[in-house]
């Protein structure tokens, strides 16, 4: 049996300036990224920085949704390094600016991109990646701190690999109800929130989406309307175990993210407004479906 020391140097390392005192060999508290389950937990270890922290987490090199593609999975999804700035972003609230556990969050905006796409391989070890975070606006109200632009850069195995720059904030669970209940209410959704009535929907085989596992695949009823369009559902499944970690009341940006990204061999897609209702501070779980229509 190999042993922890033997394990750790068979691992590729990031640059000592960017790996030195932190830790890969155990999942922080899921409560301070907001998850269920602990497989959905990446983030292992972080210290502060000059300007912010550097966040250590470990990449899956096999994962029920993030490695599901045809064919041998080679590189790193994308959306898992969304995902890891995700939890980046709450954890760095929670954790260094004293946010409370209680408090809900909102993710207002986020500008995403791969830097270095060969960074992506996966290799013959789980990936090291090294978030560095730094806060670059803050929203106060009075003297409390309500919001974060942060600033975040990931290396994976020591190579620069992405950016995200992210817009959120929170608030306390009875101002949250107020939003929720006054947006639903303008939404014609029902003021109290229900996990809506399951719909028998013509799922995509996985395979034309690119999938193996067929609860991955997200797409159906795919046709055509009288402009030339694609147009297709997108099936919201809220026992799936990675986009629905836990309950929730609206829509995650992680599926909305993942049809755009993992079924663009089928076009670009927008939320057709006609047939998904969308609020102000975010997606109102009110149907068990969305419309999406290709973008010319």
Not at 76 to 101: M, N, P
Request: aromatic share 8%.
């Amino acid at each position: 049996m190999s042993t922890t020391s033997e394990l750790e140097a068979t691992a590729p390392k990031v640059s000592l300036e960017q790996e030195d005192g932190l830790c890969f060999h155990h999942n922080i508290p899921r409560g301070m990224v907001h998850r269920a389950a602990i497989s959905e937990v990446f983030l292992t270890d972080s210290h502060r920085t000059p300007t912010g922290v550097a966040v250590a987490a470990q990449l899956p090199r096999n994962h029920a949704y993030f490695s599901d593609h045809r064919g041998t999975a080679t590189n790193y999804d994308s959306l898992l390094l969304v995902e890891v700035f995700r939890q980046v972003a709450i954890y760095y609230a929670h954790e260094y600016r004293g946010v409370s556990t209680d408090r809900k969050f909102v993710f207002s905006a986020a500008e995403y991109g791969i830097l270095e796409p060969a960074s992506l391989r996966i290799g013959s070890a789980p990936g090291h990646c090294v978030v560095m975070a730094e806060p670059v606006q803050e929203k106060t109200r009075g003297d409390e701190l309500v919001g974060l632009t942060l600033q975040m850069t990931a290396f994976v195995d020591g190579v620069e690999a992405a950016r995200e720059t992210m817009q959120y904030q929170w608030m306390p669970k009875d101002a949250w109800a107020k939003v929720r209940s006054r947006t639903r209410t303008a939404l014609g959704l029902p003021e109290t929130y229900a996990l809506p009535a399951p719909s028998l929907r013509a799922r995509l085989r996985p395979e034309a989406v690119g999938r193996t596992n067929p609860r991955n695949s997200i797409l159906a009823e795919p046709a055509y309307d009288e402009r030339g369009r694609f147009v297709a559902l997108a099936l919201v499944d809220t026992d799936h175990p990675s986009l629905f970690d836990h309950a929730l009341d609206h829509v995650p940006g992680m599926l909305q993210q993942g049809v755009e990204l993992d079924h663009s061999s089928q076009g670009r897609y927008r939320l057709d407004g006609r047939r998904f209702r969308s609020g102000r501070r975010g997606c109102h779980l009110g149907v068990s479906w969305l419309s999406l229509v290709q973008r010319r």
